[in-house]
């Protein structure tokens, strides 16, 4: 191919065989490289016979094998109903495996159509016929092998055939390779976005920022490139791990090939000067686990799956964090670790791991080998030969960022691509009124009798967080149609949590009717506060009688919750709170009358609860008589109670399909597979 010189070269691989090969060519044209997808349309009821297929680009082309239409008497109708069913999954698999990334159009240029091998030539020639109509100015076709039969077919779309191996006694294209496996679809987006970041054509530079993970602080490095298909948390026990140049190096490759990184020091500057702290593993998970759950607050890396990487004792860290986390870690990498330092908790891995050693680190080999006896997982130890503990020799941490970002390609699958409805065209703002603008943009619904309006709203089934936001606020109608969207989010998509702009401790009396807990006494009698005219009309009662029939049928931990999200009786409020703290955590509880003592002066006598106002300049707290002043944290202290820091370590084990699915508006939200309430 260089000796052809071609210009203006742009290569199109045909996935997924022909993207190894179609890297290879365009390193060596310096050329840009895209996908040419190909959809085959089968006859009716013989659908491994090709009447045509389907070529994705701008604008789709349709080839049909036109013998095979009279032969089978197909119409127009059937032909544009296959075609639309075949564009769509085009549409998904280009998404797939090239995000956003801007299609390369061929007019005006040379077009190099690449595959691994051909057998019949089918898919090959529709891409050749279709990338002409499209304005390719020449058109190669390269493959490495293809029986002789099918090559003088194709010289007949082709400008030029490349073919290194013509066969005269054909058999299968796999027969001319040593190494012919189907390759996934993971290996293929890696290979594409590895070539994409070394040709330096990524649709945009990555995004980079330095932060810090609380309640101490922890820096880090995040490095998130377009389009992130996961993101990978290095950390070890050291304090520097984030400026390790062999995690760096590990970290660029995976940042090649579109996974986001965040490198991590674990330790603050003074932690890190005691020996001690490298070795205290529980220590060194819970920092970890901070740094899962800061991710999974940050908007746009917080729903990409998540992998660990762990070195030295870090790797102890990452299999706690990995037992712990359980789902939300799709695969774990350890180089050179001490994941043996995990102990008995290692049986609790779910996540795909891969231990990395060298061959001459005899000590960590054995614990490594243990510890891998310990993991009831998919799991993998590899030996890079002649490597000690540092990985330094010539070659070894080349044969570690290989491993590693095979084995992360291989487990952690591209995030779910979420069709969202397409954008209404309008005009300019500044051309219409605002209410035309709004016309423009509505979308008719059924009328609310109708089974058709709940059903409309499924477009938002796997979203995390739905905003139901309308202007019949307080009527009939604006309850039952949130009735009506609740229920078939309930029913038919597993959303199991609703809660509603109203005081915490009413919201809990429904919460223990629907879900049939017993009644719990409280100091005032509920729904006596604003909003009253929320629970006094006969669509909420409806709704609520709906959720306790529903959750009849369910287990405890599968019924639906209903939660309150304002305090609107302050006293009430917390009350209801350090109530609940006394129960579950009293420690906690402690803290909060502390932190309370600045609004009242709370008194604790026989289990009843008695307020006063106070002066907050004294911020005082007396609690069975005893008195002391309110003291601030000290430095470094998380505001977060150890209750509220476990819920959130339990919503971050969820997988990133399955975390807390919300539907929030401003009245109501479902929440799906939450915590149990506070």
Same mark, same amino acid.
């Given at each position: 191919?260089?000796?052809?010189?071609?210009?203006?070269?742009?290569?199109?691989?045909?996935p997924? !065989?022909?993207?190894?090969?179609?890297?290879?060519?365009?390193?060596?044209?310096?050329?840009? /490289?895209?996908?040419i997808?190909?959809?085959?349309?089968g006859?009716?009821?013989?659908?491994?016979?090709?009447?045509?297929?389907?070529?994705? $680009?701008?604008?789709?082309?349709?080839?049909?094998?036109?013998?095979?239409?009279k032969a089978?008497?197909?119409?127009?109708?059937?032909? *544009?109903?296959?075609?639309?069913?075949?564009?769509?999954?085009?549409?998904?698999?280009?998404?797939?495996?090239?995000g956003?990334?801007?299609?390369?159009?061929?007019?005006?240029?040379?077009?190099i159509v690449?595959d691994?091998?051909?057998?019949?030539?089918?898919?090959?020639?529709?891409a050749?016929?279709?990338?002409?109509?499209?304005?390719?100015?020449?058109?190669?076709l390269a493959?490495?092998?293809?029986? %002789?039969?099918?090559?003088? *077919?194709?010289?007949?779309?082709?400008?030029?055939?490349?073919?290194?191996?013509?066969?005269?006694?054909?058999?299968?294209?796999?027969?001319?390779?040593?190494?012919?496996?189907?390759?996934?679809d993971?290996?293929?987006?890696?290979?594409?976005?590895?070539?994409?970041?070394?040709?330096?054509? &990524?649709a945009?530079?990555?995004?980079?920022?330095?932060i810090?993970?609380?309640?101490? !602080?922890?820096?880090?490095?995040?490095?998130?490139?377009?389009?992130?298909?996961?993101?990978?948390?290095?950390?070890?026990?050291?304090?520097?791990?984030?400026?390790?140049?062999?995690?760096?190096a590990?970290?660029?490759?995976?940042? #090649?090939?579109?996974?986001?990184?965040?490198?991590?020091?674990?330790?603050?500057?003074?932690?890190?000067?005691?020996?001690?702290?490298?070795?205290?593993?529980?220590?060194?998970?819970?920092?970890?686990?901070?740094?899962?759950?800061?991710?999974?607050?940050?908007?746009?890396i917080?729903?990409?799956?998540?992998?660990?990487f762990?070195?030295?004792?870090?790797?102890?860290?990452?299999?706690?964090?990995?037992? %712990?986390?359980? !789902?939300?870690?799709?695969?774990?990498?350890?180089? $050179?670790?001490?994941?043996? /330092?995990?102990g008995?908790?290692?049986?609790? @891995?779910?996540?795909?791991?891969?231990?990395?050693?060298?061959?001459d680190d005899? *000590?960590?080999r054995?614990?490594?080998?243990?510890?891998?006896?310990?993991?009831?997982?998919?799991?993998?130890?590899?030996?890079?030969?002649?490597?000690?503990?540092?990985?330094?020799?010539?070659g070894?941490?080349?044969?570690?960022?290989?491993?590693?970002s095979?084995?992360?390609?291989?487990?952690?699958?591209?995030? +779910?691509?979420?069709?969202?409805?397409?954008?209404? %065209?309008?005009q300019?703002?500044?051309?219409?009124?605002?209410?035309?603008?709004?016309?423009?943009?509505?979308?008719?619904?059924?009328?609310?009798?109708?089974?058709?309006?709940?059903?409309?709203?499924?477009?938002?089934?796997?979203?995390?967080?739905?905003?139901?936001?309308?202007?019949?606020?307080?009527?009939s109608?604006?309850y039952?149609a949130r009735?009506?969207?609740?229920?078939?989010?309930? %029913?038919?998509?597993?959303?199991?949590?609703?809660?509603v702009?109203?005081?915490?401790?009413?919201?809990?009396?429904?919460?223990?009717?629907?879900?049939?807990?017993?009644?719990?006494?409280?100091t005032?009698?509920p729904?006596?506060?604003?909003?009253?005219?929320?629970?006094?009309?006969?669509?909420?009662?409806a709704?609520?009688?709906?959720?306790?029939?529903?959750?009849?049928?369910?287990?405890?931990?599968?019924?639906?919750?209903?939660? $309150?999200?304002d305090?609107?009786?302050?006293? +009430?409020?917390?009350?209801? @709170?350090?109530?609940?703290?006394?129960?579950?955590?009293?420690?906690?509880?402690?803290?909060?009358?502390?932190?309370?003592?600045?609004?009242?002066?709370?008194v +604790?006598?026989?289990?009843?609860?008695?307020?006063?106002?106070?002066?907050?300049?004294?911020?005082?707290?007396?609690?069975?008589?005893?008195a002391?002043?309110?003291?601030?944290?000290a430095?470094? &202290?998380?505001?977060? &109670?150890?209750?509220?820091?476990?819920?959130?370590?339990?919503?971050?084990k969820?997988? #990133?399909?399955?975390?807390?699915?919300?539907?929030?508006?401003?009245?109501?939200?479902w929440?799906?597979?939450?915590? *149990?309430?506070?």
């Amino acid at each position: 191919m260089a000796a052809l010189a071609p210009d203006r070269p742009l290569v199109y691989a045909l996935p997924r !065989g022909g993207v190894p090969v179609a890297v290879e060519i365009a390193r060596a044209l310096r050329a840009p /490289l895209d996908l040419i997808l190909v959809r085959k349309i089968g006859a009716p009821g013989a659908a491994e016979v090709a009447l045509g297929a389907v070529v994705e $680009g701008k604008s789709p082309e349709t080839v049909i094998n036109e013998d095979v239409r009279k032969a089978t008497g197909v119409d127009d109708a059937y032909l *544009e109903r296959a075609r639309q069913h075949e564009l769509i999954e085009l549409e998904r698999r280009r998404a797939q495996y090239l995000g956003s990334r801007t299609r390369l159009e061929p007019t005006g240029h040379t077009a190099i159509v690449v595959d691994d091998g051909l057998a019949t030539g089918a898919t090959a020639k529709a891409a050749l016929i279709a990338i002409k109509r499209q304005g390719a100015e020449k058109i190669i076709l390269a493959i490495p092998v293809a029986p %002789e039969e099918t090559l003088a *077919e194709l010289r007949r779309h082709a400008d030029i055939v490349v073919c290194l191996h013509p066969a005269t006694n054909f058999t299968r294209v796999g027969a001319f390779y040593s190494d012919f496996h189907q390759l996934t679809d993971e290996e293929t987006i890696g290979l594409l976005r590895q070539e994409w970041a070394e040709a330096g054509s &990524t649709a945009s530079d990555p995004d980079r920022r330095r932060i810090a993970v609380p309640p101490l !602080g922890l820096v880090g490095d995040l490095c998130v490139p377009p389009d992130p298909r996961g993101i990978i948390l290095f950390a070890h026990g050291s304090g520097s791990s984030r400026l390790s140049p062999r995690n760096i190096a590990v970290a660029d490759r995976l940042n #090649s090939e579109g996974f986001a990184t965040l490198l991590l020091d674990l330790l603050t500057a003074d932690e890190a000067n005691d020996r001690r702290n490298i070795f205290d593993i529980p220590l060194l998970d819970e920092r970890r686990l901070e740094a899962a759950i800061w991710i999974g607050a940050e908007p746009d890396i917080a729903d990409l799956p998540l992998g660990l990487f762990g070195a030295s004792t870090g790797a102890g860290a990452a299999m706690l964090a990995a037992a %712990e986390l359980q !789902g939300r870690v799709a695969a774990v990498v350890s180089r $050179g670790g001490r994941p043996d /330092l995990a102990g008995p908790r290692l049986a609790e @891995v779910k996540a795909p791991t891969l231990f990395i050693v060298g061959g001459d680190d005899q *000590e960590v080999r054995a614990l490594n080998r243990k510890a891998l006896a310990s993991l009831q997982c998919d799991k993998l130890l590899r030996v890079v030969p002649n490597a000690t503990n540092l990985f330094e020799e010539p070659g070894a941490l080349e044969a570690v960022t290989e491993l590693a970002s095979a084995w992360f390609q291989h487990h952690l699958p591209p995030p +779910a691509q979420v069709r969202t409805p397409a954008p209404v %065209e309008r005009q300019a703002a500044a051309s219409i009124s605002t209410a035309a603008a709004l016309r423009a943009a509505a979308e008719p619904l059924p009328s609310l009798e109708n089974p058709e309006f709940s059903a409309t709203f499924d477009r938002f089934a796997e979203a995390r967080v739905v905003l139901l936001g309308e202007a019949s606020h307080g009527t009939s109608e604006f309850y039952r149609a949130r009735a009506a969207i609740t229920r078939r989010l309930i %029913e038919r998509h597993g959303f199991t949590i609703v809660a509603v702009e109203a005081d915490w401790p009413d919201a809990a009396s429904i919460d223990r009717y629907v879900r049939q807990r017993p009644h719990r006494a409280v100091t005032s009698a509920p729904f006596s506060r604003f909003p009253t005219w929320m629970w006094r009309n006969k669509d909420v009662d409806a709704f609520v009688r709906f959720l306790r029939d529903h959750n009849a049928a369910r287990l405890p931990d599968q019924r639906v919750g209903f939660y $309150g999200l304002d305090l609107y009786n302050m006293t +009430a409020s917390i009350a209801a @709170v350090l109530a609940y703290l006394d129960r579950i955590d009293p420690q906690a509880a402690t803290v909060a009358r502390e932190r309370y003592a600045c609004l009242f002066a709370l008194v +604790a006598r026989a289990g009843r609860l008695w307020t006063r106002f106070a002066d907050p300049r004294l911020c005082t707290m007396r609690a069975a008589g005893n008195a002391h002043p309110r003291r601030p944290p000290a430095k470094g &202290t998380s505001v977060c &109670t150890p209750e509220w820091r476990r819920l959130l370590r339990r919503n971050a084990k969820r997988p #990133s399909g399955g975390r807390c699915r919300t539907l929030l508006s401003d009245h109501v939200f479902w929440r799906a597979r939450i915590v *149990e309430p506070t």
